[in-house]
């Protein structure tokens, strides 16, 4: 008798193969094949040490030294969010380092070192009040070179470099960079930093802002600080329009201003787009970049902006690239990390199949609830699922802006700034499913249909009302052990090549050991939430009917899932870029103010495709489990190791 494959087997070494294949491909682009060395490490510092991804060309040599760039990320990113131009640089000859600034990455320094005053930029005579992070995140445009502001620096205005300065300073002693030909550039909060790297070092010869802020001449000694061949690059789309000048405009008209072509480009009158004014001899050269089909976040790996920032160095520098500014490898790059993201996310299904034939494992499955009468009507379920829509949606831009910055956390143990307003959000849209849920099981449509603890996914058939705590611990291991198992495989690539799982965002990479105690922090609340909303109203209360293949059922769950929980994401989308495309200004601005606009809502372009994937796995685990406990612990381990491995700390 011939023996049937395991196809389980089979479909897990399949996504292993995929995933190596994939970052193998990616570390030889990353190393460009051979010509560019990657090194990393930490610079002690001042209370800390900064943590550093350095591109050395094979060709720069201590005989033969070459122009050095230092990159700064953006606020919640990462070194590897400068790859692409890091890459690129190095490619061409240049060497690059990449910084984790303080709060990011793996540097151990907090951010709440760059310090923070009372005053609010531009109305300066305004001050603001809360907790010291909130004060941070009103302050990202002040630095500690406008010395004609009063109260600024301040006791309390620190290293608004963020570490760039001494790592611009290291970079200039490397053996193999000439100390003659250095630039720096930065994204968004690296724009900042970009600014106070600069002031502080006249040797630089170009500075390239990417989505970046200007501000007078009057706030800081001009006599003495010149920036030299400064580049901005713009996105058209970009959801921190607030900072352009404090107009709600889109960023067409800022030609028009007089900040931009007096200030900035030394001009009389208006500028116009990508035009070169000034000179690169004498450091005069300014040119401001419209990056017409890319948001704030994409301008990091756009190939317009990377090529125009390629020639704006290499003019700088005084030389010639060896290859063509678009000819760039680091979209490639990018993208083969995500698909190495896939795969090992798609490798639990097949693992989660094989687990479950163990003798251990066996008891978390059983056929899924399925008696008709406990179902929605298609008009019933729309009604809930729209509703649940519409708190999601309308809650996301308050509650998350208040608990990212006024919501009293202790600072010193809630340290994840977009994880305090992730979780002030999952608590209150828990709280309201909860008590609704509650209401419609005991006393509602749920109670008159008979539902029970099986129907939502929280039972066993045999004991629908009643919890069945060994299974839920079983459940809750195996999740464990299927997210260790891609947390492995991130430690692995880590280890060997210097990358993580990421698409322009970092997504899924180690743990330093300061952020793992944060993830056990925050992980409770991301369990509630997933535990309520995405697992017993997702696959009990919404739980739909099956259809004649089980293909079908994952697609049609997988999507009407993610609909319910996502769906009040993409109504903030469309609130904010509806008016953003048709060249009104961006939604949140114009609608309510700049402070619900920012960094949440160009967060989405992160969280709502991290979502989409998720579901798709917690769909899956319901459907072969039939409760909830699996698929709902691996979201919370998974959605909460995202945050707090990636983004930033005080």
């Known amino acids: ?36 060395e990657i090194t990393t490490g930490a610079l002690e510092a001042d209370g800390g040490s900064i943590t550093y991804k350095l591109y050395r060309p094979v060709s720069a040599t201590a005989d033969h030294p070459a122009p050095a760039v230092l990159l700064m990320h953006g606020y919640q990113n990462d070194k590897d969010t400068s790859a692409a131009y890091a890459l690129e640089l190095a490619r061409r000859g240049i060497v690059a380092l990449a910084i984790d600034s303080y709060g990011h990455g793996s540097t151990s320094t907090g951010m709440l070192a760059r310090g923070y005053t009372h005053h609010k930029l531009p109305n300066w005579d305004k001050t603001v009040n809360g907790p010291d992070r909130y004060l941070l995140m009103m302050n990202f445009n002040t630095s500690d070179f406008y010395t004609n502001l009063a109260d600024v620096p301040g006791d309390m205005l620190g290293d608004t470099s963020m570490g ?43 500075v390239v802002l990417q989505c970046g802020e200007l501000f007078p001449k009057s706030y800081y000694d001009s006599d003495s600080i010149a920036f030299h061949n400064v580049l901005l690059l713009q996105a058209r789309y970009d959801e921190f329009t607030c900072f352009l000048d404090y107009t709600k405009s889109v960023p067409d008209d800022l030609v028009n201003t007089e900040l931009r072509y007096g200030e900035f480009a030394n001009q009389s009158g208006p500028i116009e787009w990508d035009a070169t004014y ?20 994409l301008v990091t790996i756009n190939s317009h902006a990377i090529a125009t920032a390629m020639d704006w160095f290499f003019d700088a520098f005084g030389e010639t690239a060896p290859i063509d500014s678009y000819n760039q490898t680091a979209l490639l790059l990018e993208t083969l990390q995500f698909v190495g993201l896939l795969a090992a996310l798609a490798s639990t299904l097949p693992l989660l199949l094989l687990l479950l034939k163990t ?15 406990t179902l929605l009507t298609r008009k019933k379920w729309w009604g809930a699922a729209l509703t649940a829509i519409l708190i999601s949606g309308l809650s996301y831009p308050f509650l998350t802006q208040l608990g990212h910055g006024l919501v009293p956390l202790p600072e010193n143990v809630f340290r994840m700034t977009i994880g305090d307003g992730v979780i002030t959000w999952f608590v209150f849209l828990a709280l309201v499913a909860f008590f609704m849920m509650r209401h419609w099981f005991k006393r509602g449509a749920g109670k008159r249909a008979g539902e029970t603890l099986y129907d939502l996914g929280l039972a066993t058939e045999s004991e629908p009302n009643r919890l069945p705590w060994g299974v839920i611990g079983k459940s809750a291991l195996l999740a464990v052990i299927l997210v260790a198992s891609v947390y492995a495989y991130a430690e692995l690539f880590q280890r060997l090549f210097a990358l993580d799982f990421r698409f322009v965002w970092p997504l899924l990479k180690p743990f330093t050991w300061e952020r793992l105690l944060q993830f056990f922090l925050y992980l409770p609340f991301y369990l509630v939430f997933f535990l309520i909303n995405g697992g017993a109203k997702l696959y009990g209360q919404l739980r739909q009917p099956e259809c004649k293949r089980p293909a079908m059922t994952q697609l049609v769950w997988w999507l009407k899932g993610s609909l319910v929980m996502i769906g009040g994401l993409l109504l903030v989308c469309l609130m904010e870029y509806i008016p953003f495309f048709a060249g009104i200004g961006p939604g949140m601005d114009i609608l309510f103010s700049s402070t619900f606009g920012g960094p949440f809502i160009s967060f989405l372009i992160v969280i709502i495709p991290q979502f989409i994937l998720f579901f798709f796995l917690s769909t899956y685990a319901f459907r072969k489990t039939g409760r909830v406990y699996v698929g709902s612990v ?13 983004s930033s700390m005080l």
């Not at 550039?185 to 040797?203: D, L």
């Not at 000179?279 to 401001?288: H, I, K, L, N, P």
């Not at 003798?359 to 009468?373: H, L, V």
């Not at 381990?637 to 990636?646: F, Q």
């Open 1 to 36: 008798m011939k023996r049937k494959p395991n196809l389980p087997w089979i479909a897990w070494i399949c996504c292993l193969c995929v995933m190596l294949i994939s970052m193998s491909l990616a570390a030889g682009i990353q190393t460009d094949f051979g010509r560019i």
């Open 164 to 206: 760039g300065r001494e790592m611009y300073a290291y970079l200039g002693t490397l053996p193999f960079v000439d100390a003659e030909n250095l630039g720096v550039t930065g994204h968004s909060m690296g724009t900042w930093s970009s600014w106070s790297v600069a002031s502080s070092f006249p040797n630089h010869k170009a």
């Open 278 to 297: 000034g000179s690169f001899a004498d450091g005069t050269a300014r040119r401001m970049e419209l990056i017409t089909n890319a948001n704030h976040r």
């Open 359 to 373: 003798k251990f494992f066996a008891p978390c499955a059983q056929k899924m609830p399925s008696r008709p009468e």
């Open 634 to 646: 691996m979201l919370a381990l998974l959605a909460t190791w995202a945050v707090t491995a990636g």
